[in-house]
């Protein structure tokens, strides 16, 4: 049978020494599976293994070729394994060799995680290229800036060419308009010889609403549990097993064949698993075992929306391990200190007194009863480090969820936009810049698509038309499927050379440069750190 | 602000020392709340308190009288605390004054949980009484027979007078026709001054399809999950506090209240609950303090379809401290061993190897893939006691689930039953008996229930036909409405007279004599115990 293998991808189509492919695909009730080439002239039969495994080993596949698997005789569909959509989601597959890139960072070594001071950043709105070949030349201004890691918000393959990367329906396979799977290698490797770290932004709690062939191969999803995606990915129910290696492999895929230092797993809260190991513990345990191998080091980073520290405890203590997570309180806190905001999660926080908190204990609701969210909140994270919390002023979501997509910049005056950086930066956690804030780019960062499914399309635009009715004076939310709403989202690397631009950006190097420096502002012990707030004065002393 | 009391009950109406009553209703979206006596003619208005709670002091109801809730000046609905239904779930809750019973157990001390041998009970289908006044009288017959513990299965009230227990609407409401909670205290006390525990069946999984007027008092359940019955009661989503509060409460007062010694939690996979602290073990360390405070001891039992040893584990090891499970693959493994049968979730069991497991590790399946499950199923319990774990030949599931309600000793050949009954008794686990099984009862243990909702009743009786259509050879499953189908469940006490009922009944207290009598039988440490099985000549030797 074939079993996950730490050494090597298994699942979809991989190229063996001997120039074969071996082809493997998890299809449980399917009757009959084959692989067809040359737009279905011909067809090569899987043999159907234990635990709803097919596979074969053949020579009529070579990189580069397009595929897709037929099943029961009838739909032929992508591979749920591919690494490459030349066309897109509804059309073949592309066989890659991911082993074949020629590596040249053997000298890298991953940073310690608190050296870590992450960049957060869409490939297609970073540059006006909008693929990995035009962020390549932008490396060396983020080391020039003080950053260590840059993170990619997701380029799992998404419909059409324009997209958060939170619709990806093909987790293994890297966005054909980034540059696909070859550039993200060629990225990860400029930026290891450079002395960058790479963070990438995978997505395990659900799939966008176009181009999902997955369930015509088997129960991906499950309706034991209900999520604001629909049903839930199927991580403990029947079947679950093909569903669970599916998802680590990929994670190992990252590590492995693309050197991504580690990962940013987006939203875990909604990864429903009551299985005696959570899959988010089983895939550390899989990773520890794949760095024994390597001797490379890998982190998997978690976006949670609770403060529950199960999920970044240690194994030993029976945690899930996770080595960080987003921390959106010390956010909030902060948002509201600066900007007086009070609505929606930000109803939960009152300001000066909140980040206080946050700088002492990470978690601002650690036992406490939210009103927001009608229920108590909370434990204690009094033993987790601080290189275990990330911290920012704003991210994709803070600033892409807001009707006009506003950055921070914009609602708040210049002075108080680096009072806030200097809390971010100079906290006792870990930073994480939002590409662009560090010299007041003016753009905003829009909520932008290109489904082509129309009914899918005006869905999306009714959805957001209704989500802002209420904000109508403020003018109207712009449309998700415009162009226009994509390219107005890019950033303008002209303002570098601008009053107030230039200023800021000089301000964000000094204080990077001042976090790096002092031995005080690198140590993450928050024991060691005194807190006064005064409410009144609106002040607040670290 | 009223919060949850160690020392006395706090939700519903509770009497205080001045005689007065305190009322106390969780009704967090409600505009008003009344309390409603005299049909109507009589009304107290309650005053907000925070977190959704209201509440007022008062000398107008007494101990007996009938009352109801009125909300938004709209409708009247029963307490979902209350302690009697003395006309049913549809009609008015009776003050019950919890504290008014003049115990006589001080003497007693609950047994260490290794020395329980436990007797499930059905209170309607036990004695032809159908009452706690009934089972009281039988109470020597099972101490003579060697059983140190009863449990019965639930007793809250359920709609009508004849239904398994499972149907329950008022979690702390004793069923009107089996006696009321006077006379589930009057025979604790019995059981308690002869030397038995009592384990209670409790449900906090589900409520029943008729009676349940919970939701017009607040978000007790959640659309986050689906479960067998609907939507999961609400334990982690906006408003648990209050749930989790309803049922914690629940649970002290049985053991506080009601003398109870233990409870047997019925299916506990089937809460769900994803917060940092799960609620069961939220209710252990409850629990805990209580057992500080009164100097008693109280246990609980789950039944469990999980081989997931973090249930059972101590609250150190972040396990959830549950004392002990059910472990039905035991009894799956000997009844495969037994009977041969080999469908529904019997078909992963083969038989003599699996039970030889079952002694060896309790857990049949602790890793492998399961063929029933269709998924790796189970961790290994290698450190976990033999007291941990409650087995049986049958319980009332395993009779009353099937189409007919056959007992083994219908299925299998006197000796077979003999050795099936040794397998368990002198098993290195807590042993259970199921009424009657002791002198090989013939009447059949049926699903019966009296529900007065006409539609309600007619889906039941079609879905029965529909889940045993496959049986039709076999006969027409029996009407679960019939009151037939409820008397001839009943036990039938003038068996013990002729045999072969008086030689098994020999038998059982002589197996229960050898297990109390041998040091060797009452050591529940599986490492000092050899098991050698041979599948060829179908033997097992312990």
Redo the contacts between chains.
Sequence with gaps: MHRLALEKRTLGVSFLPSGKAQVLVWA?LAEQVELILNEGNTSVPLKKED?GYWSVITDVIVPGDPYKFRLNDEQEFPDPASLFQATGVHGASQAFDETAFSWTDDAWQNLPLQDYVLYELHTGAFTQDGTFAGLEEKLDYLINLGVTAVELMPVAQFPGDRNWGYDGVFPFAVQDSYGGPEALQHLVNACHQKGLAVILDVVYNHFGPEGNYLGAYGPYFT????TPWGPAINF??????GVRRYFTENLLMWFRDFHIDAVRLDAV?AI?D????HILREMKEQVNQLMEITGRTHYMIVELD?????FINPLE??GYGMDAQWIDEFHHALRVTVTGENTGYYSDFTGICDLAKAYRDAYVYDGQ?SPH????F??KAEDNPGQQFIVFTQNHDQVGNRMLGERLNELVSFEMQKLAAGAVILSPFLPMLWMGEEYAETSRFQYFVSHTDPDLLEAVRQGRKAEFAAFLAQGEAPDPMAEETFLSSKLQWELLEAEPHKTMHGYYKKLLKLRKEFPALKHLNRKCLEVQENEAHKTLMV
Aim: with cysteine.
């Design positions: 449980p635990f309706n034991k549990y209900n403990d129910d029947a079947y679950c097993d809260h429903k009551f299985s005696p190991v609770l403060n529950d520290t199960r203590e029976q009863f969210r009608q229920k108590t909370g434990v």
